[in-house]
């Protein structure tokens, strides 16, 4: 089973829409949560970590459920700057200071 | 700060040839970390090093060899190419922090070809 798992979509959108992303991960005792997002042919940069409580930053909201081992991140009102690919990491501390990508979920917001 | 950044941007290898790809951070990150992207797929880590001296494998290590004489360098050698390590390699490196490790920050890449 991998580690991180993520519907690769794609979503195609239409600007101003609201949008969600998923990610499972398998090891329950993971203790920190990030998006990332890469734009094509571009390093992954931070979008934002994801705390225990849920947080909001701008448009975006992240999610996490440690009950059944998922996080989310939701757009709204998208953009079309908010085309890119969206990558969930893991780090599970009990691995040492590896992090866990998966393989992300690609955006396309439309005019 | 000119934070992580890579060399080259762009290579192509025979199959057979060695060469190294150049990652220095400026941040002093204790936590270096290199990466390969293959088309389509998810970041899988090669290596990666808590501090100067140490490193340690990652899920995809074979191929590949790495060292850390200090802080801010940490490169990766090929020693014997192969079309199968034809990929984007990314640098990373981030600050250790109690209970954990914050942040990782990416250089640009290093896409490499090998024919």
């Known amino acids: 089973r991998k580690e991180v798992e993520q519907d690769p979509g794609p979503f195609n959108v239409p600007e101003g829409a609201t949008v969600a992303f998923n990610c499972t991960y398998s090891?329950?005792?993971?203790?920190?949560f990030f998006w990332y997002r890469q734009d094509c042919r571009k390093e992954p940069k931070l979008l934002m970590s994801v705390y225990s409580s849920g947080n909001e930053d701008g448009r975006f909201t992240a999610q996490l459920n440690r009950a059944s081992q998922y996080i989310s991140l939701l757009i709204r009102d998208s953009k079309l700057s908010d085309s890119a690919t969206y990558l969930c990491v893991v780090n599970p501390w009990s691995t040492g200071n590896q992090f866990y990508f998966g393989t992300g979920t690609s955006l396309t917001v439309i005019p | 700060n000119a934070g992580v950044t890579q060399t080259p941007k762009f290579r192509i290898l025979k199959i057979g040839q060695s060469m190294t790809l150049q990652c220095t951070q400026d941040?002093?990150?204790?936590?270096m970390y290199w990466y390969r992207q293959d088309p389509g797929m998810g970041l899988k880590l090669i290596y990666y090093?808590?501090?100067?001296?140490?490193?340690d494998k990652g899920e995809v290590p074979n191929g590949y060899n790495v060292s850390r004489s200090t802080t801010e360098d940490f490169p990766l050698r090929l020693e014997l190419a192969a079309p199968s390590q034809t990929s984007v390699y990314f640098c990373?490196?981030?600050?250790?922090?109690?209970?954990?490790?914050?942040?990782?920050?990416f250089g640009p890449g290093t896409r490499l070809t090998v024919l």
């Open positions: 090891n329950s005792a993971s203790q920190s």
């Open positions: 990373a490196s981030s600050y250790s922090k109690l209970g954990g490790t914050d942040t990782q920050y």
């Open positions: 941040m002093n990150h204790n936590y």
């Open positions: 090093s808590v501090g100067a001296g140490i490193t």
